[in-house]
């Protein structure tokens, strides 16, 4: 039996692409905008009647304000988790109102400064609603849903120096039973079939094998140094070499075991990180 103690981190996508979104929407909201004067340019030669392009810009408003509408929404949605339909909804008929009441008041403003007043209110939401009510749903539904489908999924991760590891093994050998905290390990060793687990002072055969008991525990402070051998950083005090490859490593303990050159280069590497993370 051995008792387990992990980490979790948790790591909430923060929208952080979705600027990139709203870059790309802007282009094309501005190429959809170009699109449609030039249209309404077309049907006015088509037709026989005067083309003026401010009056036809300010009919494209609707597609000038998705963008900072959307970014204020996003705004709101990044720190918001939308887990039910209802908010969903709620969110959509939000955004399609505040649209609404901001382009009213804009496009009321422009006919008064500019055309004197000739589009009244109810004709700016009437028109709005028999022409790009649709619009206004697809925008923000498809923006809305990919919020709660994309962007805000809570993923759980375990980095890759923070894996479950066992904090204590539980060795059973014979009539011995004896809880071992690992932080006492000094090394361990394969005795097949069971491996030997090496204290300061003492030593206890556990059934269990050394390739088995390196997946449990923490990969950054237990290192393989022979194929038979795994050695505790926190219990290394120096290591030296024999001049053909291998090297010596000397325990706190004053024991001295042997390094292999096929382990010596990972070895290493992970007994300077670990000096300077400790």
């Known amino acids: 039996m051995i008792n387990t103690a992990s980490q979790h981190t948790p790591n909430y996508n923060t929208l952080a692409g979705t600027h990139k979104i709203l870059g790309i929407l802007l282009v094309v909201f501005l190429s959809i905008i170009t699109l449609t004067v030039f249209q309404d ?18 009919f ?30 709620l969110y959509i008929a939000a955004s399609i109102a505040t649209h609404l009441i901001v382009l009213s008041f804009i496009f009321a403003l422009c006919s008064v400064i500019f055309f004197n007043g000739d589009y009244s209110m109810y004709k700016i939401v009437s028109y709005t609603l028999a022409n790009d009510f649709y619009k206004l749903v697809i925008v923000y539904a498809a923006f809305v849903l990919a919020h709660k489908y994309l962007f805000n999924e809570s993923v759980e991760i375990i980095p890759s ?28 060793t394969a005795e097949t079939p069971y491996i030997a687990i090496q204290l300061e002072s003492k030593k206890h055969l556990h059934s269990d094998t050394l390739k088995s008991i390196a997946t449990k525990l923490n990969s950054q402070t237990f290192i393989r140094v022979h194929k038979s051998t795994i050695v505790n950083l926190d ?17 706190k303990n004053g024991e001295e075991i ?13 007994f300077k990180t670990h000096r300077v993370t400790i």
């Open 60 to 89: 494209k408003t609707i597609w000038f304000l998705f963008i900072p509408l959307l970014a204020v929404l996003h705004r709101l949605l990044k720190n918001q988790k939308v887990d039910s339909f209802g908010k969903v909804i």
């Open 235 to 251: 219990k290394v005090d120096s290591f030296k070499s024999r001049l053909n490859g291998d090297y010596d490593i000397v325990l």
């Open 258 to 270: 042997r390094l292999s050159r096929t382990y010596a280069a990972n070895f290493k590497r992970q």
């Open 161 to 188: 120096n923070e894996k479950k590891h066992v904090e204590k093994i539980y060795v059973t050998n014979g009539q011995l039973n004896i809880v071992v905290n690992t932080t006492d390990i000094y090394l361990i």
């Open 41 to 58: 340019f077309l049907e006015s030669n088509r037709s026989g009647y005067s083309f003026y392009i401010s009056e036809s810009i300010l």
